[in-house]
């Protein structure tokens, strides 16, 4: 079942148009990551998707219900974690657990399931204002979890995490979609993210641009020569990237990788190759792994 749908969704501020016909869809048990720079519009989504923002038009699906017709059936499965969690620091990791449980009515049963998933044990006799940022945010996960989501967003779960709570969370979020719960995350620490997304979904100035479409782009713009290197490569690579030909590139003995600028200059780098007597003996695309398709949307900027 699709326990996600997100469909056309723009909101403005003002003359500031944020979101742009936002669309896209996350499957039960699946982990989909959200990726974009501060500005992008990211946290806005997940705060229309949380029905903390209204959308100036859009629907939004979540387990089959149309949060704008049937608002509490879609918010009963769904919950979020969305910029810096909110507890309460006067109070005990377990007396913030028993507080947002009162609130929505969660059987006692659940509250000790909970317990044991944020595996705090006994610091949660301790004050909360006496927690790491991990222990803030494995407490704050959990009270998320009070409810039994079928759908969780998660707004920079990682941050301020040392790597052993990062681990440990990175943990949680992969046994709950092996339970069925279908995730969208965000995060700046966008390998940690690589690790244990599904797939990604990239959104620039309001607008989606799709995984497949940022990686074929990625392919056609990042190539390795199999050439043996030469003491005029350095000055005609330098030549070609003042020429606005190409990004960057490196060199080893054996190999030379550049990124173009466009994907209609690679038969210029090649035609200047040959021309200066250089022997290609091969030449390959680059894989599109999430750091170059970060780059080619955010830093290269063609899509």
Same mark, same amino acid.
Do not use: W
């Given at each position: 079942?699709?326990?996600?749908?997100?469909?056309?969704?723009? *909101?403005?501020?003002? *003359?500031?148009?944020? &979101? *742009? %016909?936002?669309?896209?869809?996350?499957?039960?048990?699946?982990?989909? +990551?959200?990726?974009?720079?501060?500005?992008? +519009?990211?946290?806005?989504?997940?705060?229309?998707?949380?029905?903390?923002?209204?959308?100036?038009?859009?629907?939004?699906?979540?387990?089959?219900? %149309?949060?704008?017709? #049937? !608002?509490? &059936?879609?918010?009963?499965?769904?919950?979020? &974690?969305?910029?810096?969690?909110?507890?309460? =620091? /006067?109070?005990?990791? !377990?007396?913030?657990?028993?507080? =947002?449980?009162?609130?929505?009515?969660?059987?006692? *049963?659940?509250?000790?399931?909970?317990?044991?998933?944020?595996?705090?044990?006994?610091?949660? !006799?301790?004050?909360?204002?006496?927690?790491?940022?991990?222990?803030?945010?494995?407490?704050?996960?959990?009270?998320?979890?009070?409810?039994?989501?079928?759908?969780?967003?998660?707004?920079?779960? =990682?941050?301020?995490? %040392?790597?052993?709570?990062?681990?440990?969370?990175?943990?949680?979020?992969?046994?709950?979609?092996?339970?069925?719960?279908?995730?969208?995350?965000?995060?700046?620490?966008?390998?940690?993210?690589?690790?244990?997304?599904? !797939?990604?979904? =990239?959104?620039?100035?309001?607008?989606?641009?799709?995984? $497949?479409? $940022?990686?074929?782009?990625?392919?056609?713009? /990042?190539?390795?020569?199999?050439?043996?290197?030469?003491?005029?490569?350095?000055?005609?690579?330098?030549?070609?990237?003042? #020429? +606005?030909?190409?990004?960057?590139?490196?060199?080893?003995?054996?190999?030379?990788?550049?990124?173009?600028?466009?994907?209609?200059?690679?038969?210029?780098?090649? #035609?200047?190759?040959?021309?200066?007597?250089?022997?290609? /003996? +091969?030449?390959?695309?680059?894989?599109?792994?999430?750091?170059?398709?970060?780059?080619?949307?955010?830093?290269?900027?063609?899509?």
């Amino acid at each position: 079942m699709t326990a996600l749908i997100v469909d056309k969704l723009n *909101k403005s501020y003002g *003359k500031h148009h944020v &979101l *742009k %016909d936002v669309s896209f869809t996350v499957e039960a048990g699946e982990i989909v +990551g959200f990726i974009g720079p501060n500005g992008s +519009g990211k946290s806005t989504t997940m705060k229309c998707i949380a029905n903390l923002v209204y959308p100036d038009s859009g629907k939004m699906v979540i387990q089959g219900h %149309d949060l704008k017709i #049937a !608002r509490r &059936l879609a918010l009963k499965n769904f919950s979020s &974690l969305i910029e810096a969690p909110g507890l309460y =620091f /006067n109070l005990s990791g !377990r007396e913030n657990l028993q507080l =947002f449980a009162s609130l929505q009515r969660v059987p006692k *049963k659940q509250v000790e399931r909970v317990v044991q998933y944020t595996g705090l044990g006994a610091r949660l !006799r301790e004050k909360v204002g006496k927690y790491s940022m991990g222990m803030k945010q494995r407490l704050a996960l959990g009270i998320a979890l009070l409810a039994d989501p079928s759908v969780l967003v998660l707004d920079e779960p =990682f941050s301020g995490l %040392d790597p052993d709570g990062v681990f440990k969370l990175r943990e949680m979020i992969k046994g709950l979609a092996a339970a069925g719960c279908g995730i969208l995350f965000s995060s700046h620490q966008i390998l940690e993210m690589d690790k244990i997304a599904h !797939r990604n979904i =990239f959104i620039k100035d309001g607008r989606i641009i799709p995984q $497949a479409e $940022a990686q074929s782009y990625v392919t056609a713009l /990042n190539y390795r020569l199999a050439i043996q290197q030469d003491s005029g490569d350095l000055e005609l690579m330098n030549k070609l990237q003042d #020429a +606005g030909v190409i990004s960057d590139f490196q060199q080893d003995e054996y190999v030379l990788q550049f990124s173009l600028t466009s994907m209609d200059h690679l038969t210029t780098v090649l #035609a200047e190759l040959v021309n200066s007597g250089r022997q290609i /003996n +091969g030449i390959a695309p680059q894989t599109a792994d999430i750091e170059n398709v970060y780059s080619a949307i955010y830093t290269q900027g063609e899509l």
